[in-house]
């Protein structure tokens, strides 16, 4: 026989029909019924899909970015999931403990999210505008560059070099941004001008 | 690549999910059973058998399973201490599915050192100790495609699953009092993806697909590392559980141990067998008979009644006695 | 005076004509009825997790999170108040010559032919038996439950001592449940029986027929007694 | 990489050396297990540590941190003795059959022509004998005792299986079991791939740990070939991006170079850039160079840049050092002589050696502007943190400006991977808060300094107010429109040099690719490698398609590659004199009697006969090179240096510590340990669990890999009375951290001689922002010294010490 007794088969064989059926008119027997078996629902359903490269090491491995809205279509966008690109030749859809938490490192706490100044001597950063930050560089930097500029050397060369200001680039911004600040930090005369390649 | 996510199976890790809304693919019609839920329906489908494959000899322990886990499953493990190890967070929790595992073995037939990593997690048995164990009904299902889920809305949280895996994978959440463990993606599943970790792994060390496809992948792998001189190289693929749809791929098949202690052979205690097989039945027959019993007895039998007689007697003899005087004493 | 052999220092005649003889003050039944309490809403939240034909008891506590919730903390209140009345009661529970005559005619005390049994204390075999049972019980239950409260001690011990543990809890519940109904269905069954639990005394008779000993210590110390 | 991520699948064997590609590049490590599944290829990795990379090998040996060059050359020399070299290939495609000058030699460990007191070379002598034709001179028979291949066999036969035990510290029968199965691949139809990293670069002779290889490997015949090539598998997103296009102090796009004082103007300039070919008939690509730079000026300076005033050959600074390198510049930072410092996504006060000198200069600065999606280390260089960051902030009079900018979820545009794909993407969402990007940001910059120059005028303008900037948006030039310079376009019509009525590109038109360059001014490009990249054809870098005919790994319809849409660099190499693959199953391109035809664009002209025009045409000789001549500053072939801190005196020259010419600031010297007090050698390295000190910012990497840790061995630990878990004190002459310390077998002391060598590992993702818990780097206890070629940082192999700690690391 099974061994598993159905409820009601062992309400005839305890006899405590009175009980369970009074239990039952309470509406005690409703806790039996459970929740449906169903899986979570699929999160990307109805986000955008977008191709992108990862930011990390040079393997550089097609993501797929989904978010809610759309940049292209001009709205207003936030990344909900970072997955890789099955299409992609180099990755195939794989990613490593770093690319699969992209996400997370685009909606990091510590993410910048206004420009800040720390004044000489201060022990915080407060929060400035755009306005002021920029201008404040400029000055900076045309006054630095017109009081160090070495326009010749010992021997009346022109070298047009301005030593005492440098510019560090970095090493996952896009060729275009690379050329843009090579272009300005060129123009300038700066030389101490380098970037990740070094480490 | 991407699958027709109407085909149940077999489906393929290395797809990109879609993004236009669909009907998930799996639900209480492909139950085939559920805790504490006995005379379940038999599914009007039969979905095509699943399986993980975790190839241990490929895996290069960079925990990207790991991470892919927490993404998509939206847990946030805790940032726990350095204790002088690799493995982070240092156990299997409610926000941490999956796990790398490393063990360092002098392999002594060789005289080698070998560095053994294996991802732990839910093997998604065949016949289910957690399954067994629960009490809430429908808490813990299995699809007919083999999948192991909980249904947390029917979790009650008293950590019998814990009891009856044979792999202590379950975990409790000491916040919402409910059981967690890897669901082999099934949401993702549902819409003809493989599992986040299996897309992810770097290495394909992890595959998924149809179990029969998984066994003959994971045969053309053993043989590979057997001409690597592997001899004992071979499938962890357990019987005595029935059989898993998480299933390894071993350098040392003879010896699963050195795998941070994966079990030699698991199968659902005798103990939670006999806890919840005879002691439950027996239990309860015990004490419907004593009541049944007794209820007959007081039918039947004549009550056991003081008579106005024996009233009598005590009045008398609470009369003969003499009282004895505590000063006297 | 020479110590009670077969009554409480308290017990005593509380009329003569009449007779009724005070059996548990109140203190003693306020214990037991507390007891008997959280043992009863234990054995339903018990069941309820234990047979899934069952689990609809669940309703009678708010649902499974809360049944789960609620057992262990009954369970540790049960043991305390069961700890206190066993401190009162387990010195007349102590096996006397007459309790393996008692036993020895269990077939007279099914049918209820008292006078073919020998004169009693304060109680005989069968609620002694009932007594020691429920005190084991009670420490095997407290201790198995305690290594399987997962909300406070996931970790007190291996899993495969827990699975131990929870089939040992099951088979100790089923046990304490047969006992219960034993102890109720018995002192429903002796008439008279129940008013020692609710007033606290009992008719001289009945004490005449069951207890004999017991009366005849407690009748010997005449009106002594509170009710002086 | 001469080959790209997709081509390791088709080797034999990989030598992982130099680097720990599972962990730091898993996605590219993927094609190596291919390999291995698919091929049955067999890896091959030697490290000081048992990596996780060691974990999937076939075999692996240990080696001292810092002693790669006596491995890499005894290998040469075990194939030579062994005769398991690849003489077709080696006679005719590499320079072994040269003649070098007679004063050409080695002795004590250093090459003819050193002057100690200056710490350089006079390379004078490390150059070809030149004939009365102008062409220097070969004995094809390799028997004149100065040819090449004869000084190459003499130099290295010091190299010997003992030596490299006495040395690095690996057992003889280790490093014989893999000259054997290196040995193998210089059959044509075996190839090995070497796939190296930081591992081999952070040391002051990186360079030429990196050439003992690429030696080897054209001794075994495999460069330009399928499954071949020196891969350095590159650390960052674009860094490969950064470096072509030139943001170095001494580099201009394209791997041009800004002038130094001596190149007085533009015919000085270019008279040491004709590259006349060194051997008849040769290619000698640089021949172009005039094309490139001019097109590179007009890109700059447009209407400026003429003819009658050398292109605007004058607002090019002029270098009086050979480069303003970072190292160079902390040192005058340190030295009070440098007023601002711009970090643009660069974290320097983690990424650069002895952070104590780091802090100190950039306390010295009057303004430091850091542009970066997150809160870096070094914006807050100012800011205490215990004992994490222990400075006195009120006494910092350093200006700081951090400013918020986009990450690569947020903006188009394009990026150059290892194999040299360049990938354009899209931006995804919208940026958080008032973060803007980078092209924003310089425009911003550069337009303000632009009117205060107009407004105020000041010194030597010019340069900036004629700098090229015709955007449709002058505040943020699109990716796109960048992306177009960077092609080149047409100035004026274009016609072809051999028919002067075929149009080949109107005015304002696209340029197709570099080929249609001049130096009249016609042509406009900013990077000509990255011609064709976006031409009239449209953006190339978006190209999706991911076919991939016969499966050889080249998906030539997939973005674009540099250059000219080229896989495999050299890729002419992998055919023979007759121009037929030396391994038919794995054919590159062929020669099919006019024309070469095959799976890749070829490297070199489509017409260029087989045997006549070598395949390195970059190369004047045409051939590559065994013997570099004057081309690196610390020698012809690699000899071997021990690192500036080593337990160990050279073999060779006791006198003679690291890098003989390696650049060393005056008080940098003070700051080198010796073994005496501190006995332990360190190398550092990253985790696979974290990019660099990014992730830390992570949650779920945080988690992965919460805390800083150093890892010992179990003898160290049983030495020092250290137990797994516990907290250790780790210091150097320069710095000292606490960590945890990690205690495996996976390190092994190792017996160098008669001395035994502990290795200490300390990884390097620790700070004191972020989400996971506060630590330190490696670069708190590193020397302050680079490469002698690329002055990249010695980080490792160092000296430290270490100590159970007293008390607990608060974090």
């Not at chain 4, 031409?535 to 319809?557: I, K, S, V």
């Amino acid at each position: 026989m099974n061994i598993d007794l159905s409820r009601r088969g062992f309400l005839k064989l305890a006899g405590a029909g009175v009980a369970a059926t009074s239990l039952g008119a309470m509406g005690f027997g409703e806790a039996e019924a459970a929740e449906q078996a169903h899986v979570r629902a699929f999160k990307l359903a109805s986000t955008t899909e977008v191709r992108n490269t990862c930011t990390y090491c040079s393997v550089a491995c097609g993501i797929l970015i989904y978010s809610k809205g759309d940049v292209a279509a001009g709205e207003k966008a936030e990344v909900v999931h970072i997955e890789g690109d099955a299409d992609h030749p180099t990755n195939r859809g794989t990613l490593c403990p770093k690319g699969a938490a992209l996400k997370d490192t685009v909606l990091s706490e510590t993410r910048l999210t206004v420009p800040r100044i720390r004044r000489p001597g201060s022990d915080r950063f407060e929060e400035t505008s755009w306005e002021e930050a920029l201008d404040k560089i400029a000055r900076a930097l045309k006054d630095d560059r017109d009081a160090n500029m070495v326009q010749t050397n010992d021997a009346g060369v022109p070298v047009n070099r301005w030593t005492s200001t440098g510019f560090l680039a970095a090493s996952a911004t896009t060729n275009e941004t690379a050329w843009l600040t090579y272009k300005v930090v060129r123009s300038m005369g700066i030389v101490g001008f380098d970037n990740q390649a070094r480490v | 690549m991407t699958m027709d996510p109407n085909l149940d199976s077999p489906r393929t890790a290395v797809s990109n999910p879609p993004i236009q809304p669909m009907k998930a693919n799996l639900g209480a019609g492909d139950v085939v059973r559920a805790s504490a839920m006995p005379n379940l329906p038999k599914p009007e489908r039969e979905l095509t058998k699943v399986a993980k494959l975790i190839d241990v000899s490929k895996c290069i322990g960079c925990k990207a399973c790991q991470s892919a886990c927490a993404e998509w499953n939206d847990t946030v493990p805790e940032v726990e201490h350095n204790v002088g190890l690799y493995e982070n967070p240092h156990d299997l929790t409610p926000d941490m599915f999956t796990l790398m595992r490393f063990s360092e073995y002098e392999n002594p037939e060789t005289g080698d050192f070998e560095w053994l990593i294996r991802k732990d997690g839910c093997m998604h048995c065949e016949d289910p100790g957690c399954l067994k164990a629960c009490p809430a009904p429908g808490a813990i299902v299995q699809y007919s495609n083999g999948i192991v889920d909980f249904i947390h809305e029917n979790c009650i949280g008293c950590g019998y699953c814990v009891t009856g895996c044979p792999f202590d994978i379950p975990r409790v959440s000491k916040t919402d009092h409910k059981s967690y463990k890897c669901t082999l993606c099934s949401d993702r599943v549902a819409v003809g993806q493989g599992p986040a970790c299996a897309k992810a792994c770097p290495t394909q060390a992890i595959v998924f697909g149809a179990k029969e496809d998984m066994i003959e992948h994971a045969n053309m792998r053993v043989a590979d590392l057997k001409s690597r001189g592997y001899e004992n190289a071979g499938i962890y693929d357990p019987e005595g559980v029935g059989g898993t749809h998480v299933f390894y791929v071993l350098h040392h098949a003879d010896k699963p141990q050195l795998y941070s202690d994966l079990p030699e052979d698991p199968r659902i205690s005798p103990v939670v067998r006999g806890w919840k097989g005879m002691t439950k039945t027996i239990g309860l027959a015990a004490i419907g008979a004593a009541a049944v019993g007794s209820i007959l007895h007081g039918l039947f039998a004549r009550a056991n009644r003081v008579s106005a007689e024996e009233e009598r007697e005590a009045e008398h003899l609470v009369e003969s006695s003499v009282p004895v005087r505590s000063e006297e004493a | 005076m020479t110590k009670p052999l077969y009554s409480e220092k308290g017990d005593h005649l509380e009329s003569t004509a009449p007779v009724r003889v005070s059996r548990y003050r109140g203190f003693t039944r306020a214990n037991h009825w507390v007891t008997a309490l959280s043992l009863i809403v234990l054995l339903l939240s018990g069941l309820a997790l234990f047979h899934p034909s069952l689990y609809f008891l669940t309703g009678l506590f708010g649902g499974g999170q809360i049944t789960r919730w609620l057992h262990p903390f009954v369970g540790i209140l049960l043991f305390f108040s069961f700890f206190v009345l066993f401190a009162q009661l387990w010195k007349l529970n102590l096996p006397r010559p007459e309790d393996r005559t008692w036993v020895s005619q269990i077939g007279d005390v099914v049918k209820g032919n008292e006078e073919r049994l020998p004169e009693l204390g304060k109680y005989n075999a069968g609620q002694k038996g009932v007594f020691w049972a429920m005190s084991i019980l009670i420490l095997v239950l407290i201790g198995s439950g305690v290594m399987i409260w997962e909300q406070y001690f996931p970790d007190l011990v291996t899993i495969p001592t827990r699975r131990w543990a929870v089939l040992v809890h099951s088979l100790a519940a089923v046990a304490i449940i047969l006992v219960f109904i034993v102890h109720v269905y018995a002192a429903i069954w002796t008439r008279g029986t129940i008013s020692a639990m609710t007033r606290g005394s009992v008719t001289g008779g009945w004490a005449f027929r069951h207890h004999r000993k017991w009366l005849r210590e407690v009748a010997g110390r005449g009106g002594q007694g509170p009710a002086e | 990489m001469t080959n790209s991520w997709t081509d390791i699948k088709n080797t034999d064997l990989v030598v992982v050396m130099g680097g720990n590609a599972a962990e730091a590049h898993p996605c590219g490590f993927k094609w190596v297990t291919e390999a291995k599944a698919q091929r049955g290829a067999k890896l091959i990795v030697v490290d000081p540590r048992f990596t996780r990379t060691a974990s999937v090998s076939d075999y692996y040996a240990p080696i001292r941190p810092g002693s790669d060059i006596v491995f890499l050359m005894a290998l040469i020399n075990w194939m030579i003795q062994n005769d398991k070299v690849q003489w077709e290939y080696v006679k005719n495609f590499t320079n072994a059959a040269f003649i070098v000058k007679d004063e050409f030699g080695w002795s004590d460990g250093l090459f003819s022509g050193y002057d100690p007191e200056k710490r350089d070379y006079d390379k004078s002598s490390w150059d070809y004998v030149i004939g009365d034709d102008g062409f220097a001179q070969v004995d094809m028979t390799l028997q004149n005792p100065r040819c090449v291949w004869n000084l190459l066999k003499e130099h290295v036969s010091r190299y010997t299986p003992e030596l490299v035990a006495e040395v690095c510290g690996t057992p003889q029968d280790r490093f014989l079991k893999i000259a054997e199965m290196i040995g193998e691949c210089s059959a044509v139809d075996k190839n090995m791939t070497s796939m190296y990293a930081l591992g081999w670069t952070q040391h002051s002779k990186g360079a030429q740990n990196i050439r003992g290889m690429a030696m080897l490997q054209l001794i075994l015949g495999n460069i330009g070939v399928r499954g071949g090539g020196m891969n350095a598998l590159r650390g960052h997103s674009n860094i490969q991006g950064l470096t072509d296009i030139g943001l170095m102090s001494n580099l201009i796009p394209g791997y041009l170079n800004i002038p130094t004082e001596k190149e007085k103007d533009w015919t000085t300039y270019m008279s040491s850039r004709s590259f006349k070919p060194l051997r008849p008939g040769q290619t000698s690509y640089w021949q172009n160079y005039p094309k490139f730079m001019v097109s590179f000026m007009k890109a700059m300076w447009g209407d400026a840049a003429r003819a009658d005033n050398d292109w605007a050959f004058e607002y090019l600074p002029k270098l009086d050092v050979p480069t303003y390198d970072i190292l160079r510049m902390f040192d005058l930072m340190n030295e009070g002589k440098i007023t601002n410092y711009f970090c643009q996504g660069f974290n320097p006060l983690l990424s650069f050696p002895n952070r104590a000198k780091l802090t100190a200069a950039l306390s010295k600065l009057k303004l430091l502007v850091v542009m970066d999606p997150l809160a870096t280390e070094t914006a807050h260089f100012w800011e205490n943190h215990g004992e994490y960051n222990d400075v006195d902030t009120a006494s910092i009079q350093t200006e700081v400006i951090e400013l918020p900018t986009t990450s690569f979820a947020e903006d188009d545009g394009s990026l150059v991977n290892s194999g040299r794909w360049i990938q354009w993407h899209w931006a995804a969402a919208t940026p958080p808060g008032q973060a803007q990007r980078d092209t924003w940001i310089m425009s911003q910059i550069f337009l303000r300094v632009k009117k205060l120059y107009q407004d105020e005028g000041g010194v030597f303008p010019d340069p900036i107010l004629n700098l090229t900037w015709d955007y449709e948006d002058e505040n943020e030039p699109s990716a796109e429109e960048l992306a177009k310079e960077l092609n080149g376009k047409a100035l004026g019509d274009v016609y072809d040099p051999k028919d002067a009525t075929k149009l080949l590109a109107a005015q304002g038109k696209q340029l197709l690719n570099f080929s249609q360059l001049r130096d009249d001014g016609s042509t406009m490009s900013a990077c000509w490698i990255y011609g064709g990249c976006w031409n009239e054809d449209g953006n190339n870098m978006a190209r999706r398609d991911n076919a991939d005919p016969d499966d050889t790994g080249a998906f030539l319809n997939w973005s674009f590659a540099w250059p000219l849409n080229r896989r495999i660099l050299y890729n002419r190499a992998s055919a023979d004199m007759q121009g037929k693959p030396w391994d038919p199953s794995r054919k590159l391109i062929e020669w099919n009697g006019e024309k070469w035809t095959g799976y890749d664009v070829p490297d070199i002209a489509p017409t260029a006969k087989p045997d006549e025009v070598g395949p390195f045409i970059m190369n004047p000789e045409g051939a590559s090179r065994l013997f570099t001549r004057g081309m690196m500053r610390d020698g012809p072939f690699p000899t071997h240096m021990e690192p500036f801190e080593s337990p160990i005196a050279n073999v060779f020259n006791p006198e003679m510590r690291g890098n003989p010419v390696a650049r060393v600031f005056a008080k940098d010297a003070d700051q080198f340990a010796t073994s005496d007090e501190f006995p332990f050698v360190a190398t550092s390295y990253r985790l696979t669990e974290h990019f660099h000190y990014w992730t830390k910012h992570n949650r779920i990497n945080a988690a992965l890999q919460p805390e800083f840790f150093v890892e010992i061995s179990e003898e160290l630990a049983a030495e020092k009375g250290i137990t797994r878990g516990s907290t250790v004190r780790v210091w150097s002459k320069r710095g000292s951290v606490t960590a945890k310390a990690l205690v495996s077998k996976r390190l092994r002391p190792l017996q160098c001689g008669d001395k035994l060598v502990h290795v200490i590992g300390i990884p390097l993702h620790w700070g004191f922002m972020g989400a996971a818990r506060k630590g330190f780097g490696p670069n708190s206890l590193t020397p302050f010294v680079g490469d002698a070629n690329v002055e990249t940082p010695e980080f490792k192999a160092f000296l430290v010490n270490i100590e159970p700690a007293t008390g607990e690391a608060v974090s």
